[in-house]
């Protein structure tokens, strides 16, 4: 392991890691790739699809482990932000131009602050650039429970000048094709042909997510397979929206707890919903926003 885990990991390598064991839960982390979780297992089973290698561009990441979304989750449209009658132009991802895609932290080495049996913290000190104007430091403080993760994820504003802000966690859940997820989600938003939500909002559907969804207002997530085995997640009210992705074919589910509606920054400066109902946060110079989440599994449902 790096000191610091701050090292750029080499084309096709996850980089120096930060290995942790409690008991029956084992998880490695990598600093360099984004402060990702890179595998987690709970008596053997892998929790997230493990993550081995990347591609030469590292732009575009495998779809494994899990990373943090900072200083906002999912696509800015248009890479165009709006924020207090003020228009900012950000660096379109190339996964999703001319959009933006899941900030920066992603794509960012962290520190590894500390490391011990059971635990480990990360951190990302970012100063303005083109995919972000503001500054801001992010921290991840891992720690292993009896049957997963908590993940408690920290975004300051370390600059001068105030800016919308938001936290998630985006883990791929591997996911066979009779796998079932189910959101006590009180509220589903109405998305566009893109997958970007209009504004509109709807009660949530009862019974087991679609494919691709928005939520909000919920409290756990559970993806279950045939053979009993669960997976859930469970986060604190800052994280007030929930997202469901699972493409045609795979073999995982993006099962994602986030403080914001996506493009909810856009949606809420534009007068198309509410800012509290989008998950708009105002970002103070020195005010911090956190939240834990919980990542647990087992061979039962809990």
């Known amino acids: 392991m790096d000191p610091d885990g701050s090292t750029a990991a080499a084309g096709g390598s996850i980089g120096p890691t930060v290995d942790l064991v409690r008991g029956a839960v084992s998880a490695t982390l990598a600093p360099a790739r984004g402060g990702r979780l890179a595998r987690l297992t709970v008596a053997g089973r892998d929790v997230v699809a493990p993550m081995d290698g990347w591609g030469p561009d590292p732009r575009i990441w495998p779809k494994t482990g899990a990373y943090p979304l900072v200083p906002y989750s999912n696509r800015i449209r248009d890479g165009l932000l709006r924020f207090r009658d003020r228009s900012y ?3 379109p ?28 913290s990360l951190v990302l000190r970012h100063e303005p650039d083109e995919h972000w104007p503001w500054a801001f430091e992010a921290r991840q403080d891992f720690t292993l429970t009896g049957d997963g993760i908590a993940v408690d994820i920290a975004l300051r504003n370390t600059g001068t000048e105030a800016f919308p802000a938001g936290i ?15 959101v006590d989600a009180g509220t589903a938003w109405v998305l566009d042909a893109s997958g970007l939500p209009t504004g509109a909002s709807g009660p949530a559907p009862a ?10 207002v919920w409290r756990r997530a559970r993806l279950a397979e045939p053979d009993g085995w669960t997976v859930t997640l469970t986060a604190d009210p800052n994280f007030l929206h929930f997202i469901v992705w699972r493409p045609p074919g795979g073999r995982y589910a993006c099962l994602e707890p986030v403080s914001h509606l996506a493009d909810g920054f856009n949606l809420a400066a534009l007068g198309l919903a509410a800012p509290e109902a989008a998950g708009l946060v105002v970002l103070e ?6 939240g834990t989440v919980t990542l647990a599994a087992g061979p039962a449902e809990r």
Do not use: K, M, N, Q
Request: aromatic share 4%.
């Open 207 to 216: 019974g087991p997510s679609p494919a691709s969804a928005h939520l909000s």
């Open 93 to 120: 991802h190339p996964d999703a131009a001319p959009s933006t895609l899941h900030g920066t932290g992603h794509l960012r080495p962290w520190a590894t602050e500390a490391a011990r049996e059971g635990a480990a």
């Open 89 to 91: 132009r950000l660096t």
């Open 285 to 290: 110079p020195g005010a911090t926003l956190r």
């Open 168 to 182: 998630g966690w985006h883990p791929f859940v591997p996911a066979g094709p009779d796998a079932t997820v189910t």
